[in-house]
């Protein structure tokens, strides 16, 4: 898990503003995620890309905006319309097996927190 | 759809005594259980996983057993530190050829060993 990063590690965003959390891998991973985390909750999918120029919503998708242009790179954009969006944001990384078995281990990156003033 | 229930919410032991953490999982199509660790404002990390055509899998203090036909899978930690005290989270994932590698994750138990 320590070929994935995220930047920035804290954000701080006014009302009505998009902003964009990074995050980058370099272990040549094909699937990346962006899961939100509430204090004292579990782990909810936003959005999900299982390859280049493809991606999926996932549970809570409404008010954020992913792209997947590059293989090591998914950015997530939290725009106007996410009306709480102060939260813990971590993204993931997995490779894709395609044996009978797949081991599809998502590593996860440090973390953005996020906090609307 | 598909879900993944885990129990408890809490758990407090003593150093020293075993910790059991348990998760049931709803689709029948998933084939690899991971567990993580997360201890607070960090990254979840992979502590232990198991695949569905093993039945237990056991890392030093760790192991984890699974029962696909009632579709049960736990966590035990043996001889607990101060150091075990995070929170842990259980996940299901389905076989590929469902066509996603989404995971379904538990809701989290807290862990926390008393010294």
């Known amino acids: 898990d320590g070929g994935i990063t995220q930047s920035p590690k804290y954000l701080f965003r006014k009302e009505g503003q998009n902003v964009t959390l990074s995050c980058e891998q370099n272990?040549?991973?094909?699937?990346m995620y962006w899961y939100r985390q509430d204090p004292g909750q579990g782990l909810r999918l936003i959005y999900y890309s299982q390859i280049v120029n493809d991606f999926q919503k996932g549970d809570i998708a409404e008010g954020y905006s992913v792209s997947r242009e590059k293989k090591e790179s998914f950015p997530l954009t939290v725009t106007s319309a996410q009306k709480n969006p102060t939260a813990f944001y971590l993204c993931?990384?997995?490779?894709?097996?395609?044996?009978?078995?797949?081991?599809?281990?998502?590593?996860f990156g440090p973390g953005t927190r996020l906090t609307v003033l | 759809g598909e879900n993944v229930e885990q129990h408890p919410s809490t758990l407090s032991v003593q150093e020293g005594d075993s910790a059991v953490i348990k998760c049931t999982y709803s689709d029948s199509a998933s084939n690899y259980f991971p567990w993580y660790k997360q201890e607070l404002g960090k990254r979840p990390q992979l502590i232990i996983d198991i695949r569905s055509n093993v039945g237990e899998k056991k890392d030093q203090r760790i192991a984890v057993t699974l029962n696909k036909t009632a579709k049960h899978f736990s966590l035990h930690i043996t001889e607990t530190q101060p150091e075990d005290s995070a929170v842990y989270f259980c996940?299901?994932?389905?076989?590929?050829?469902?066509?996603?590698?989404?995971?379904?994750f538990g809701t989290g138990t807290r862990l926390k060993v008393l010294a």
């Open positions: 993931a990384s997995s490779r894709h097996n395609q044996g009978a078995y797949s081991t599809d281990t998502q590593y």
């Open positions: 996940a299901a994932s389905p076989h590929y050829t469902s066509g996603t590698y989404k995971y379904i």
């Open positions: 272990l040549n991973h094909d699937a």
